[in-house]
């Protein structure tokens, strides 16, 4: 049996979690997260290729307050990680400072 390739899925809406087990369950081995500090602790112990990051998601930690801080962060922990960002109402300045900040794709 092949094993499925991890995505780590870091949000607390419940409507963008469900979609998501709907389009990636089959593929992936869906690991998911409401909260930064628990998605920091994922990175550092699985170091999951796939990462979909909320990035309206409220911070629980103020060293993880600033959400792009939280991606270079993130791909500094896991530097081969394709880190997917998702946003409700994208708007130009933020889309290209997620790329900036290392998103492989908004």
């Given at each position: 049996?092949?094993?499925?390739p991890a995505?780590?899925?870091?949000?607390?809406?419940?409507?963008?979690?469900?979609q998501?087990?709907?389009?990636?369950?089959?593929?992936?081995?869906?690991?998911e997260?409401?909260?930064?500090?628990?998605?920091?602790?994922?990175?550092?112990?699985?170091t999951?290729?796939?990462?979909?990051?909320?990035?309206?998601?409220?911070?629980?930690?103020?060293?993880?307050?600033?959400?792009?801080?939280?991606?270079?962060?993130?791909?500094?922990?896991?530097?081969?990680?394709?880190?997917?960002?998702?946003?409700?109402?994208?708007?130009?300045?933020?889309?290209?400072?997620?790329?900036?900040?290392?998103?492989?794709?908004?």
């Amino acid at each position: 049996m092949t094993r499925r390739p991890a995505l780590l899925l870091i949000t607390d809406d419940t409507t963008i979690r469900d979609q998501m087990k709907w389009a990636f369950t089959s593929d992936y081995e869906l690991f998911e997260v409401s909260d930064r500090t628990a998605a920091l602790l994922h990175v550092r112990q699985a170091t999951p290729p796939v990462v979909v990051l909320d990035l309206r998601l409220p911070s629980t930690d103020v060293s993880t307050t600033e959400p792009l801080a939280f991606l270079q962060e993130s791909l500094r922990l896991n530097p081969n990680a394709k880190v997917i960002v998702i946003l409700d109402n994208p708007d130009r300045v933020t889309v290209i400072a997620a790329f900036e900040s290392g998103a492989y794709d908004v």
